[in-house]
Structures are given as C-alpha cells and as structure tokens.
C-alpha cells in the first residue's frame, strides 16, 4: 500500500478540501493586513555628520575639525569613503559603508566615536550631529500657502494639523518645514567699542555669565538634604538689553543696549519655501513600518476635511506627496496585471487540455497565491511593486508542476487504470522530476536574495516572492492537484485527433531532420548563439530605468556660496524661464535647502545659501512636442543651460534607486587652484562634445574676503594669540551664536555681530588680549587685506576634491565618452593630480559582477541537482546547453525591441538558466524512460517529444503568456524583464525539443544507461 503523502492526501480526501479552504481564508486575511507601500525599502548605507563652527574659516575648520573626523571615521567596522563639504561656520560629512555591513552596529560606532571626539574639539565648535536617517522619506507631504500670511503664521495653523495628525493610530510623527526660525541678534556699534576700547569677546563674556542656572549647594531639612540652584538665566529680550557690559570708576554702567541694537530677527539664511510663487510650510508625516498605509490613510483623510473647514478661505492646503492614494493606485494596478495572467493562463491550460484538466491544473493558481500571501506575512515582506511583480512572474511557472502531474495522471487513466490509483501512480512517476525542476528554477532566483548592494536589496521581493510561490506550486501539485484530479477527470476522448495537431506535426518533421543531420545542427545552433550575442554587444546598460513619476526636480547652485539672496532671485528666474512651457503644472521650491524629501532616491543636501530645490509636476498626455519625459527634461535643462544667469541647474528625472549619473569625474589634490584651473579645462570639454548634457560640479569660484596678516612680534608683545584674533574677527564679520533665550519651553538663539561694512571699520576692530588684558586695533596687530579666497573646500576620501557630473545624449554610449574624455586627460598631461571615473557605468560594472558569480553559483546548484536525478555527467550537460540558447534568445528579443539592458533584465537572464532546463529535464526524464522499456536511442528520443509535447508546451505558454500583462504595462523597469523572459524562453523551448534530443543521441550514442 502507498504510503507517500500523495497517497494519504487521497486517502483523506475531505480533510485536504478542508485545508485547502483554511489556506484560501488564510490567504485572504494576509492579504488584507499585509504592509503596503508604494516601492521597496530603499536603505542605503549612508549617514551626515554636521559641525557647526561659528566664525571659523574653511581652512580652519578642515584642518582642526575634519581631518579628526575623516581619520577616526576609517576605525568603523565597514566604512566605505567620506565625503566633505567646509564652507565658513560649518562642515558636513557624508559617511558610507559597503555594502552587506551591520548598519546599525556601525552606526552606533560612529555615534561612539563623535562622542569621544567632541572633548577634542577647537572651543568654536558648538555643535556635531550626526543624521542617520538619511534615506528615510515621508509618507505624506502637505502644503498650507497664503497670499497674505508670513511664514510664522502659516507655521501656526501647520501646528494645529501636527498635533491632531499625529495623533493618528499608524502615525509616528509630522515635521514642519518653513518655520522660520528666529533669532535675537545683537548688532554691536564698533564705533562705540572704539570708544570704550571694549572688544566684542568681552561682550559675549559678559552675556553668557548672565545667562546660567548655576548649584550654590543644599538645605537640611529634617535628616534629608534639599538641593538648591539659583536660576539667572535671561527672561525676556529686555534683560538682554539690561546687561551691564562695563563700569566706569564713577560708577555708571554701559548696558548692552548702549553699545547694540537688540532685536528679534529672522534668521536670513533660513530655507524660503513655496508652492507656485506663494509662500508655503510643508509638513511632512511618517508612517510606522509594517502596517497597511491604505487603512491609516483613510483616518488621515477624514481628519484633514475636518482640520482644512478650519482655515480661513485665503489659507490654502494642498497636497504634494500622499503614499496611501499612490499605495492604493500602484498596487490595485498591479493586482488588475495579476488577475488579467490568471485569465490568460487559465485559457491557455482550457485550449490546451480541456476543461477539466484546466480547471485541475488553475486551482493551483490561487491555492499557491495564497501560500505565498501568508508565508510573506509571517516574514514581513511588503506588498509592493517588486514583490507583486514577483507574483506576476511565477504565475505561468504556479501551473507548470501541475500540469506535469494532471497530463501524467491523465495518462494512466487513459490506459485504464481507475482514478484514485492513477492519480498516485501518475504523480509519483513525476513527483522526482518535478521536484528536481523545481529546485532548478528556485536556485536560479534563490542566490539572488544574497544581493547586497543597494540595488540588489530593492529587487530582493522578486527572487523571496518566486521561490516562495515555487515552493508552494510543488506542494500543490502533489497534494492537491491529485486529489482533484482523482474526483473529476475521465477517460480522455478523440486522443488521435490531438496527438495528429499541425503544430506537434511540425516538430516531428522538425526533429527527424535533425536526428539525420546531427552535427550540422549542433554547428547551426551554435553559430545561431553566437551570432546572437556579437549582435547585442554594445547594448546600452543601467541599473535600474526613471521612476514611473510624472516629476521634474531641477536642482540649483547660485555662484555666490554665502548669499541667499542671490539664490532667490536665481529660483524666481528659474520659475520664469519655464513659465511659457505648457507641459509643466504645480511647482513647489525650496531656497537655501532641499525641499522635504518627496521621493525615496532624491538625495540628500544640507541647508545652504547657495543652493535651491525645485519640482515641477508634468503632464504629457496633450503635448504635441515631446514624444516621453526625456525630451521634456532635455529641453529644459538646454533652455536653462543656456539662458540661466548666475548660477547652474542640474535637471532631473526621478530615479527608482539611489544611483549615480552617467559620468562622474573625481579631480583629487593638494592645490585648490590648480583644482579649480582643471575644472574649467574639463568643463569646457565637456560642454564642447554633443553627446554630453548638463555638466554640473560640487565647487565654487573664488570671492573677495577680509584676510589679515598676523604681524607675530606685534601680537607676542601685545600677548594676542591668533585664537583671540580669529575669534574676535571672526565674530565681527560672520557673527556668532553665544548663547540661547529659554522660554515657553523654546530655544532662540542670541547672535552676536558687528555693524562692519568695510575694510577702515574692520581694520580699526578693538581686540582684547585674554592673557594680558591689554587692548588693541586689529590694525596695529597687522595688515588687513581684501583677497580673493574659495568660500569651500571638499574632500573626498581624505583628500581635497572637486567633482564633475554629468549626462549623455540619448543616442550615445556612457562607456564610448568615458573613453574620449580619459584620452583628453591623457592627452593634458595633469600628473599633479588624481582622476577617478565613477559614475552610473561604474555601478553597472560592480553589479554585472556580482551578477556573474551569482550566476556561477546557480549554475553549480542546478548541475548539482542534475547530477543527482540523471547520476550521470553527460546528461546534465546536455540539458546545460539550454542554457546559451535561451540566454541569447533574450538578449536577442531585447536588442530588437529595442530595450535598455537594465539590472532587472539581467536578473531575468540568472533566471531563465532556471526555468528553461526545467523543459530538457522532463524531456530528458521521458527518453530514459523510453530506453529502460527497451526503445533505441532516437526511437526514445522521438517517444519522448510525442509524449511531453503537450506539458512541455502549455507549460511555456502559460509562463510566456502570464507575462503578457507586464510587457503591456509593466512600464521602463519590467518590460525588459518580460520580453527577455518571454523570448528566452520561448525560443529555447522550440529548440529544446528539436537540440536536446539531437544532442543527446549524439553525446549518448548506442551507450546503455547503466554505462553512463
């Protein structure tokens, strides 16, 4: 008596009905409460370390502060490079690991090693924060604008919503941008000072010594002791303006308000947002991990009608970002493309094998649905595009083991044998075969999940979702499908008429041919592979195609690094330029900082003066000029290129990874000028080749500043440090913060500066020795200059840097202008410096690499599995030459349909090594079959084609014909994917049935079995 699990699942049959239910309701409930979002998790392994220094030049700040970062950043377990940015006041420094590192672990090593450092560092330095969370995106961005209305009181109705919003279940917190933030600045009279002989130090003495809670001891009170403070922090802007900063002998005192003007000011380098030329704040919400968004966005919306009847009717509110409607969008899309493949391959299964076995083989469809729904919710896969393109994927391959199964239990009954023993016998006659074809394609997905890079991690619901649904395809096709099977199929009809089909006589032909001319059509096959892949070489390559976002983002970089100012009216050109460009709509702008991080690959930049943000939404569908959006975003970025005055714009598309543009050239030395001088060679150059566009770089020209010549005999006999000059100078024309105001539980911060404007005030600065006590002119202590000066400094990896960025034409190759412009550099000569080529080509280069060993170890998994089910050598090989064929047939398909060869199109390659030995394996597993019975070589051969023609085919149309639905509207990331599937598989199946046996007659010759 059978005892095998398909046995006991006949034998209790009304239990495995039961259970098939329970999985259907199972299914359905994980589907419901599955985490939902919009893209994959994108985590790339990158942190900011902030340093503000007020009054401290780039050169200062890089040689005291960031080379003692960058060296103890080189300590951390998997650090990457660094990359810095110095300009006067701060630094800020982009920290990278490699990829496959403990993120976290090395996070809380650097957060350890600031901490270590900060004792360390120069007494100016009043701050070092390190973000994290640099890749973290909101869910939702709002926007509130009004004509009449100034920042702060748009920031006060924002308040309202941030506190009733994140109040939501779902929710963990809103951030509010364009608040501006204020200040007390106290703006000192020099010409008093001068008269004093008072130095500005002595007056930020005077007010951080006002401004403290200080522990004068404790009480005791009954046998416990009661510490005691004595709280004289500052109250209000008056008891600034009451500080005495001097008496004199008489006994009058000099207040602060004497000597300075004391007002509550807005920051003027504070970021200047908006939405379509208003002013605007933003808030930016949050959603907690793992949940539906979907759901929590319903309470989101039911709250915001209720808060937006509150505004007053010149207040607007608007939305920018809302991930629950494009949740609900992208995934209802997806789920319409899913539905339509289960149509597709049920029809296919009916045309093919009739009604009953079609409606067999298609419960394996939901049943396999369902199994992957509920083991994705116990992992905490997402519901996603990538994971949900996974199920697209394997859905053609779900029916392929129970087709196998059904058309062999189909087959013992068709020879008699009654239902529920032909239901066992044809199952474990398959059962090895399909189990071994199985594992075949899953350890061609499977090493994918050992993908590290960035890249690699936003594809990983692919590969978890495929090898997921295989598996539970194989379950149900030996416990369910058989027990279905047993209860309905009948004895098959008009067998002669189906086994006689054109297409199957065709292949007959087809193969008797080839079985006469055995070695000519090995060589025919072989020059057919090879001349396949000298076709497609030279196929442009990238990681991964634009986002499927209807945005334009256009970053902006003024010429003048320290003015705001200049940065605006640099946007509003901007804004007027494009004004005229009907395509484009709402437009929303940030100057001085990024906007709030609106899609998960926009990069990270932190606040400054000379940078500005905009992004433009964009609707093609009445244009009659551009074709797609990159001829939207090449005419813009030429009419801005062109006519733009006073700074630079970088025109974007958004990316679906955090990846780099096309050509990226790193200049690495010593000498800041000879940098510069480089720079302008390089972008000349660039600028002057029509295959290059939108030539951008990270540096800024020279600006006139105040420098002083420290005489050192002068100051030593004044007993000046260059601590107390720099500190005093610095302070007198950047300013600097001294101290913070504490009240209602908020911080406002007093800066201290001088009414300077020009080279006699400056000179005439009075300094106080913090050693003597003795006061000085700055004039007498030295000779004041107005140089010209680089107002930033950059690093990477350690050493001073400027780099170059750029794109390319749409008709040109990346690799053909890396390879003209490495000549040009050649050519020049420029031996005092380093060049790195970086840039897109370079990650594709990384990830062709890890493509390949990845694809190295399946195949040694799969020829592993081969070696065990043929326990042979000779055979495997024959089922690996599939492979070629089916690899080039993709390339091939991709190459005349004109399709980019993307990263995903090049996993679909490692997985088709999968997928089409399956077909040689059932082919192969019937031959030997045919020959243990007693059949020659090519009589086997032919029985076997006869015999697996109808599985081997349905199978690959329901695969190809499942796919149908991603080559239609799978979009720029998954119609590559497709059609290299649907090719290189159908193809490979035509000649799967004609080479293989060809092959196999001449690798096996007259040889028995048990020989080989």
Request: hydrophobic residues 45%; charged residues 20%.
């Amino acid at each position: 008596m059978d005892k095998g699990i398909t046995a006991r699942s006949l034998k209790h049959k009304k239990l495995t009905i039961f259970l098939i239910f329970v999985t259907m309701i199972a299914g359905m409930y994980s589907y419901i409460f599955l985490p939902r979002q919009e893209s994959p998790d994108l985590n790339a392994p990158g942190a900011i370390v902030f340093v503000a220094f007020p009054g401290g030049s780039p050169e200062e700040i890089e040689d005291y502060v960031v080379g003692t970062i960058e060296d103890g950043l080189t300590e951390i377990t998997g650090f990457d490079y660094a990359q810095t940015y110095i300009k006067s006041n701060m630094a800020s420094i982009m920290v990278m690991l490699k990829d496959g590192v403990d993120i976290e672990s090395s996070w809380r090593e650097l957060d350890d090693l600031i901490e270590e450092l900060k004792p360390n560092m120069p007494s100016g330095v009043t701050e070092i924060i390190t973000n994290t969370e640099i890749m973290e995106t909101p869910g939702m961005i709002f926007g509130l604008t009004g004509e009449n209305y100034t920042y702060e009181e748009l920031a006060d109705y924002a308040e309202l919503f941030k506190k009733r919003l994140a109040k939501i279940d779902g929710v963990t917190r809103f951030d509010i941008y364009g608040d501006l933030e204020q200040e007390i600045e106290i703006n000192i009279d020099h010409a008093i000072l001068e008269q004093l002989t008072i130095s500005m130090n002595e007056i930020v003495n005077k007010i951080k010594a006002e401004n403290v809670t200080m522990p004068t001891g404790s009480i005791d009170n009954g046998g416990s002791k009661i510490e005691v403070s004595l709280d004289v922090r500052l109250q209000s802007i008056e008891d600034i303006r009451n500080i005495v900063v001097m008496t004199f002998p008489d006994g009058r005192n000099i207040r602060l308000a004497d000597v300075a003007d004391v007002q509550f000011k807005t920051n003027p380098d504070n970021p200047r947002l908006g939405i379509n030329g208003k002013k605007a704040v933003y808030l930016a919400g949050y959603f907690e991990d793992d949940l539906n968004i979907v759901m929590v966005g319903e309470n989101i919306e039911k709250q915001i009608e209720e808060l937006a009847r509150q505004l007053p009717d010149d207040v607007e509110f608007s939305y920018m970002v809302y991930q629950p409607d494009e949740v609900r969008k992208s995934i209802n899309t997806f789920m319409i493309n899913l539905l339509e493949a289960i149509i597709f391959v049920i029809l296919v299964v009916f045309i093919g094998m009739g009604w009953r076995n079609a409606l067999v083989v298609s419960t394996a469809i939901p049943l396999s649905i369902a199994l992957s729904m509920m083991v994705m919710y116990f992992f905490g896969v997402k519901l996603e595009q990538m994971s949900i393109s996974g199920l697209i994927i394997s859905l053609g391959m779900l029916v392929d083991n129970a087709i196998v199964v059904s058309d062999s239990i189909q087959y013992h009954i068709d020879q008699g044998e009654e239902n529920i023993r032909a239901a066992i016998v044809g199952t474990k006659e398959v059962a090895f075969s399909i189990l071994t074809s199985t594992l075949t394609t899953i350890f061609a997905f499977m090493p994918l999940l050992l993908l590290d890079s960035t890249v690699g991690k936003f594809v990983h619901g692919v590969p978890f979702v495929v090898t997921t649904a295989l598996i539970a395809s194989y379950i149900c096709a030996i416990i369910t499908t058989p027990v279905i099977a047993a209860m309905t199929f009948k004895k098959t009809v008009e067998t002669k008429k189906r086994n006689n089909s054109k297409i199957k006589r065709m292949f007959k032909k087809l193969l008797n041919a080839s079985l006469k001319r055995k070695k000519r059509t090995v060589v025919l096959t072989l020059l057919f592979v090879v001349a396949c892949w000298f076709s497609v070489m030279g196929m442009e390559a990238i990681l991964l195609p634009k986002a499927d976002k209807n945005i334009i983002q256009i970053d902006l970089k003024s010429e003048f690094a320290t003015d705001i100012d200049k940065t605006e009216k640099l946007t509003d050109q901007t804004v007027a330029l494009l004004q005229d460009v009907p395509e484009l709509g709402n437009y929303y702008t940030a100057v001085g900082s990024n906007l709030p991080k609106f899609y998960l690959s926009v990069m990270f930049r932190g606040a400054s003066p000379d940078i500005a943000q905009i992004a433009y939404e964009f609707d093609l569908s009445k244009s009659e000029r551009f074709d797609d959006k990159k001829e939207l975003q090449q005419y813009i970025q030429s009419k801005l290129s062109q006519e733009l005055i006073g700074g630079s714009a970088s025109t974007l598309l958004l990316e679906l990874g955090n990846f780099s543009r096309p050509i990226e050239i790193k200049i690495l030395g010593e000498n800041l000028d000879r940098l510069d001088e480089i720079r302008y060679s390089l972008i000349s150059k660039m600028e002057s080749m029509d295959s290059v566009l939108n030539v951008t770089n990270d540096f800024s020209s020279k600006e006139y500043q105040f420098y002083v010549e420290i005489d050192e005999a002068k100051a030593g006999y004044y007993g000046f440090s260059k601590l107390d000059i720099q500190k005093e100078a610095s302070a007198a024309l950047m300013g600097m913060s001294v101290s913070n105001l504490h009240k209602n539980g908020k911080e406002t911060a007093l800066i201290v500066k001088s009414d300077i404007l020009n080279l006699e005030d400056f000179e005439n600065l009075v300094i106080k020795s913090s050693m003597t006590g003795k006061s000085a002119k700055l004039k007498e202590l030295g000779q004041v200059k107005l140089v010209q000066a680089f107002p930033m400094i950059n690093h990477y990896a350690g050493e001073r840097s400027i780099i170059l960025s750029a794109d390319v034409g749409a008709d040109y190759s990346v690799q053909k202008v890396e390879d003209e412009l490495k000549e040009y550099i050649d050519a020049e000569n420029y031996d005092d410096v380093k060049f790195e080529f970086g840039g897109m080509l370079q990650r594709v280069r990384e990830s062709v690499v890890d493509l390949m060993k990845l694809g190295i170890f399946s195949l040694l998994m799969i020829l592993s599995i081969l070696i065990l089910q043929f326990d042979s050598f000779r055979q495997p090989l024959v089922i690996l030459a599939t492979i070629p064929i089916a690899m080039a047939s993709a390339l091939i398909g991709l190459f005349i349909t004109s399709q980019i060869l993307t990263f995903v199109a090049m996993m679909s390659l490692i997985a088709l090594m999968g997928i089409v030995v399956n077909n040689a394996i059932v082919l192969l597993d019937a031959i030997n079959t045919f020959r243990d019975e007693g059949m020659g070589v090519e009589e086997a051969c032919k029985a076997a084609v006869d015999r697996r023609y109808r599985p081997i085919t349905i199978s690959t149309m329901t695969t190809v014909i499942g796919l149908i639905p991603l080559l239609i509207s799978g979009g720029e990331l998954f119609r590559p994917l497709a059609i290299a599937l649907m090719t290189g598989l159908g193809f490979s199946t035509i000649l799967t049935m004609v080479v293989v046996p060809t092959m196999y007659c001449l690798v096996m010759g007259n040889k028995s079995l048990e020989t080989m």
